[in-house]
């Protein structure tokens, strides 16, 4: 495994055609501060993982899931923050759901050390999950940042 996906660094991970294996559709873009960056960062990790499966499995995953872990928590914890400083009143709410998030996430590492290796179809969820935590709850903030006419 190379660093990158240990790291989970912001490289653009392709297929050789230069495509994604994995895309932020634009319309789950939020448009304020450092939180569209940072939800990309979290699909480059699935990206760089995706990179390094060999016949559909990624055996060394756990450094790489750990990092995802770490970067989803700081990621959190930023938005929170951010709805903190503004006075969003679905901030409780909100941060009850990222508990719901990181809940999924870790359960999911447990299934991968289950099996021995992460696979194409666990990136897939974990993908599947940051675009459920945009539309769920980020998108209400973002009317909340509409209302405020806080988008850039």
């Known amino acids: 495994m190379n660093l990158r996906c240990q790291l989970g660094e912001h490289?653009?991970?392709?297929?050789?055609?230069?495509?994604?294996?994995?895309?932020?559709?634009?319309?789950?873009?939020?448009?304020?501060?450092?939180?569209?960056?940072?939800?990309?960062?979290?699909?480059?990790?699935?990206n760089d993982c995706a990179d390094q499966l060999v016949d559909g499995e990624l055996r060394e995953f756990e450094s790489a899931f750990s990092?995802?872990?770490?970067?989803?928590?700081?990621?959190?914890?930023?938005?929170?923050?951010?709805?903190a400083?503004?006075?969003?009143?679905?901030?409780?709410?909100?941060?009850?759901?990222?508990?719901?998030?990181?809940?999924?996430?870790?359960?999911?590492?447990?299934?991968m050390r289950e099996q021995g290796y992460a696979s194409l179809q666990d990136l897939r969820i974990c993908f599947h999950d940051i675009l459920h935590d945009i539309a769920r709850a980020d998108l209400k903030y973002g009317e909340f940042l509409d209302a405020q006419r806080l988008r850039t």
């Open 67 to 83: 990092a995802f872990v770490a970067r989803l928590t700081s990621h959190f914890k930023y938005e929170e923050d951010q709805m």
């Open 11 to 46: 490289d653009k991970m392709t297929d050789g055609s230069g495509a994604r294996q994995f895309v932020l559709p634009q319309a789950f873009h939020i448009h304020f501060r450092d939180i569209d960056p940072q939800h990309e960062g979290l699909v480059d990790v699935i």
């Open 85 to 111: 400083e503004l006075g969003y009143h679905g901030l409780e709410w909100h941060r009850e759901h990222h508990q719901e998030c990181l809940s999924r996430v870790r359960d999911l590492i447990e299934t």
